[in-house]
């Protein structure tokens, strides 16, 4: 087929985008093909395909969000044979695809055959079990051909008479990135990474299906019932991941802490879930929260004040692995607790922080990426031998540092190593551990009449111009420095010490306001994708229905209450 189809060349956009074109032959089958300059790595087509041979098969869970990972089979499976049989070819690359939820096949195989002499590769996936496959069903045949010295061209076959919507949709367009960025050098293999990839310590079947067990018997029922202002939908199943990791971890390593302390517990969720796995420990918070008592009243979630700086940090007695889960200011003192009573730790950073207030910025890197080497470096320096992972979270900030206690132990000279790097960082400052009470600083504490005032003053501003009519009025789009115009000098200044602005203010008032790369409109719910369940309505009233001149545009189908609930 390679030599009866005419190739179509396919140019870079001056938008940065490949443009995608298709032909359809007499027998059914689609051809995608398109021309790639090699950039800055000048790679042969052999290596160029085997490259992007390696990120199709271990990295494409990153584009179906059906799959949590894949896992190569070895030559020794029992299950080859069969699978390769199944695939119908006779030798092949084969992964197991790991499906997130049970409905998809728990047994689908990836299989990759090398066609040598046309540099080729023919992808084919199929499940041994009667699950509905996760993956593209049907098989697909990528070549490259050496255009010139400068060129390579990529074709991609299928079969039309299948449902290809999501192939052309999400893994073609994927592809095309992939190449580009192999060809520019993105992927360079010997570029310095942080870790190899999302939770490559552990094994991801087993985390797979330890996830959505503790998700589906403990997580579903918190969200229901979370009592947080905080999103359930996002801090839950996030601890519920990090509760999955750590129990894998140490079920892998043969490692079942006596009692663990979660330092900086916050709301007390991953105790909570950690105890009911099984493992005993307790949280330690400056602060309680209310769902320690109201929704872990039998977790053991302690108040209370810790010195770092001291050898006598105020630590709950018996603990014998800490962890640091989003701990800010406490992240760099926590490998400092655990040296000095030569305990192992985990450490999920977040806000960055060194031993006296904020990480000042020094390189290149992010300041995420920073504090990372940062807490890395001070682990390492106490004698810690440190691994990084990612873990597969909800969270831009997922990157962990697993931190154990070497067989030949620490270094001797602890307490001097740990005056040592606390002066380094010292200049004049010293430890100060946040209020009991934090003052609110999010806009969140303007008086009710201002706020109800400014927000009135914005929508009349946004509903400018606009004649009633049949449809339901939107209101035009306005940039962020539009709005600022709005406000008076007092405003403004109230705004400032606030901390955050007219974009937290507006982003605070979400159910109103829809704030996109500094453009500011009315919220349209009937646009909205993520709303609240079907049939569970939200407490708060709705602003529209009692408001805008039109009322609400979902009617009977808004989430938000239409009446004051008594």
């Not at 490259?51 to 990295?59: G, V």
């Not at 079942?256 to 909570?272: A, E, I, S, T």
């Amino acid at each position: 087929w390679f030599e009866s189809t005419a190739s179509i060349a396919l140019r870079k956009e001056m938008i940065g985008r490949w443009k995608v074109q298709m032909i359809t032959s007499e027998g059914g089958t689609s051809l995608h093909s398109y021309r790639v300059a090699l950039g800055q790595r000048k790679l042969s087509v052999d290596s160029l395909l085997y490259e992007l041979i390696d990120i199709i098969t271990t990295k494409i869970y990153t584009v179906n969000r059906r799959l949590s990972g894949s896992v190569e089979i070895s030559e020794h499976d029992t299950r080859k044979d069969e699978i390769l049989e199944r695939a119908g070819v006779a030798e092949g690359i084969i992964h197991k695809l790991i499906s997130k939820v049970a409905i998809f096949s728990q047994e689908c195989y990836a299989v990759c055959t090398v066609i040598k002499d046309e540099t080729a590769a023919r992808f084919t996936s199929i499940c041994l079990d009667e699950g509905k496959n996760p993956h593209v069903p049907f098989p697909y045949t990528l070549q490259l051909r050496e255009v010139n010295a400068d060129e390579i061209s990529i074709s991609i076959l299928y079969d039309m008479n299948e449902n290809v919507s999501w192939m052309e949709k999400c893994l073609i367009p994927s592809i095309i990135r992939w190449i580009d960025n192999i060809v520019n050098g993105t992927f360079d293999k010997n570029r310095v990474r942080l870790c190899e990839g999302t939770n490559s310590l552990i094994g991801v079947e087993e985390y797979t299906r330890n996830y959505r067990e503790i998700k589906d018997q403990f997580g579903r029922e918190v969200a229901k019932n979370w009592i947080d202002k905080t999103s359930a939908e996002k801090f839950v199943f996030e601890d519920c991941g990090i509760a999955t990791y750590l129990s894998v971890l140490w079920t892998s390593r043969n490692v079942r802490p006596k009692r663990f302390v979660d330092v900086g517990c916050g709301n007390g969720l991953l105790v909570h879930l950690l105890n009911n796995l099984g493992y005993s420990g307790c949280g330690v918070d400056l602060r309680e929260r209310k769902t320690w008592k109201g929704m872990f009243p039998q977790d053991e979630l302690v108040e209370c004040a810790l010195d770092p700086s001291s050898s006598m940090s105020g630590l709950p007695e018996g603990g014998d692995f800490l962890i640091g889960n989003h701990s800010d200011e406490l992240t760099p003192w926590i490998p400092v607790m655990a040296a000095r009573s030569c305990l192992p730790f985990f450490l999920l950073p977040c806000c960055p922080f060194d031993f006296y207030g904020k990480l000042p910025r020094k390189g290149t890197a992010s300041l995420y990426e920073e504090l990372i080497l940062y807490v890395k470096k001070i682990s390492e320096r106490l004698g810690y031998t440190v691994e990084i992972d990612k873990l597969a979270i909800p969270s831009t900030k997922r990157t962990a540092l697993v931190c154990t206690v070497p067989p030949n132990g620490l270094r001797e000279d602890l307490e001097e190593e740990i005056d040592r790097l606390l002066e380094e960082s010292k200049k004049g400052r010293v430890f100060i551990a946040r209020a009991k009470q934090e003052k609110v600083r999010n806009c969140s504490g303007m008086g009710k009449e201002a706020r109800e005032a400014l927000i009135e003053r914005i929508v009349k501003r946004l509903m400018e111009g606009e004649e009633k009519g049949e449809e339901w009025r939107k209101g035009q789009t306005l940039t962020l420095p539009q709005i600022v115009s709005l406000l008076s000098p007092h405003e403004k200044k109230m705004m400032k010490e606030q901390c955050g602005g007219v974009q937290t203010f507006l982003k605070n008032q979400h159910q109103i306001f829809k704030v996109v790369s500094g453009t500011v409109s009315l919220r349209d719910w009937r646009e909205e994708t993520r709303c609240a369940p079907e049939g569970r309505l939200r407490k708060s009233l709705c602003w529209f229905h009692a408001n805008h001149p039109d009322g609400c545009p979902m009617n009977d189908k808004c989430t938000f209450s239409h009446s004051p609930v008594m």
